[in-house]
Nanobody, 124 residues
Framework: QVQLVESGGGLVQAGDSLRLSCAAS????????MGWFRQRPGKEREFLAL????????FYTDSVKGRFTISRDNANNTAYLQMNGLKPEDTAVYYC?????????????????WGQGTQVTVSS
């Protein structure tokens, strides 16, 4: 079983940047693709970005493409989500996920572990 712990959330103003971190333990982190999701108030959890086990491939949902960047440091068992140009509509709880299949992550299927979430609040 792998444990994921997110950090880096907070209260920022529109236009600011944040970098979220997702620290993994308990399994060979480098063998698995990782994803980031968020859940906005009153909405279902939505997929944002994913990265392959080695970091060579990434994929983003259209709403964050060009503003958010996913990356990973396998030596330190950590994944990141760099968020630039934040907007009030980015306010949400952000979750990282360790997936068993790269192609299945956007649908939220075949997720081995979820983090507990970190709150991001963007004021206008």
């Amino acid at each position: 079983q792998v444990q994921l712990v997110e950090s880096g959330g907070g209260l920022v103003q529109a236009g600011d940047s944040l970098r979220l971190s997702c620290a993994a333990s308990g399994r060979t982190f480098a063998d698995y693709p990782m994803g980031w999701f968020r859940q906005r108030p009153g909405k279902e959890r939505e997929f944002l970005a994913l990265i392959s086990w080695g970091g060579a491939s990434t994929f983003y949902t259209d709403s964050v493409k060009g503003r958010f960047t996913i990356s990973r440091d396998n030596a330190n068992n950590t994944a990141y989500l760099q968020m630039n140009g934040l907007k009030p509509e980015d306010t949400a709880v952000y979750y990282c996920a360790l997936g068993l299949s790269y192609a299945s992550i956007p649908s939220g299927e075949q997720i081995a572990s979820w983090g507990q979430g970190t709150q991001v609040t963007v004021s206008s």
